[in-house]
């Protein structure tokens, strides 16, 4: 009976940590959305699953609120890079 139950709670912890790390960022943040609208905080569900945020506003951003003078969009422009990847060619 103990056995079980330690089996079944190790299992479980394996299948949130998978789906933390592993799942696609799609999957991620349909889970958040799925669980924010059952009652659980959204705002904590973005960051344990590691999505860009909650709030339901569809932005990507926890900024709900009026526009201020540094908006989501700016930070995201500012932030995004480029990598540029060099390839070497043997022939």
């Known amino acids: ?18 789906s933390t790390k592993y799942l696609p960022l799609a ?13 659980f905080n959204e705002t904590k ?14 932005s990507g951003c926890s900024d709900c609120g009026p526009s201020t003078s540094t908006s989501c969009d700016s930070k995201s422009t500012t932030t995004s890079k480029q990598r540029v990847i060099k390839l070497h060619v043997q022939r």
């Open 1 to 18: 009976m103990w056995q079980e139950l330690m089996v079944a709670l190790i299992v479980a912890g394996a299948l949130v940590h998978f």
């Open 27 to 39: 999957w991620r943040r349909r889970i958040v959305y799925t669980l924010g609208k059952r009652g």
């Open 45 to 58: 569900l973005a960051r344990f699953f590691k999505t860009s945020g909650g709030g339901g506003c569809g």
